[in-house]
């Protein structure tokens, strides 16, 4: 987890404590964060390191968003229920919605890229029930780029797949998880929520 350019008082809700280096943080007295937590305001190299980060974040949306000659456009007005995704590039000039499943198809070394013009609505469910990306064939969640462009609302128990490059705001509700990355131009709201990085 980390932020930058601000600092490390931006990450709030989170029992944090410095590493002797102060070069980052862990979780004070609880398991909330498993791993370290990097801001701008820790030592050197971390800031250097961050403004990498978030320089290839950025280079990675511009990348996705200048991808050319879709595969499919406008896909099921943007309703991803029930639909298998083969790999690749697909456009939507409005936003999407998901309130029961979306398959992605595919072998391990194949990619999907989704272009989003607006955001992306994730309906909200029951322990168990709630909606879901599912990946079938080998595929990896590492392979399947989410470019957004306005905001990600994850609904409760829902359960993503893949890295989201999102241009403003990504929010979990309770229950709701992720497999691979959530990556924000401006902030990620998590409520004790599973984010398990993918291999990226």
Known sequence: MGTSPIAETAITGFGLVR???NTFSKSSGDSTVTG????????APTPAYMTAAVGNMESAYAD???RAYPSYIELNGGNLNGLTLEPGLYKWSSGLS?????TFEGCADEIWILQISGSITVASGGVGSGAKVILEGGCLAENIFWQVAESVD???YAHLEGIFLVKTGMTFKAGASLNGAA???TAVTLISNTI???SI
Do not use: R
């Open 19 to 21: 590493d002797s280096t």
């Open 154 to 156: 994850v609904g409760s």
């Open 196 to 198: 398990a990085k993918s």
């Open 98 to 102: 998901l309130s029961t499943s979306v």
């Open 36 to 43: 370290k937590v990097y801001a701008a305001s820790h030592a």
């Open 183 to 185: 990556l924000a131009q």
């Open 64 to 66: 996705a968003t200048a």
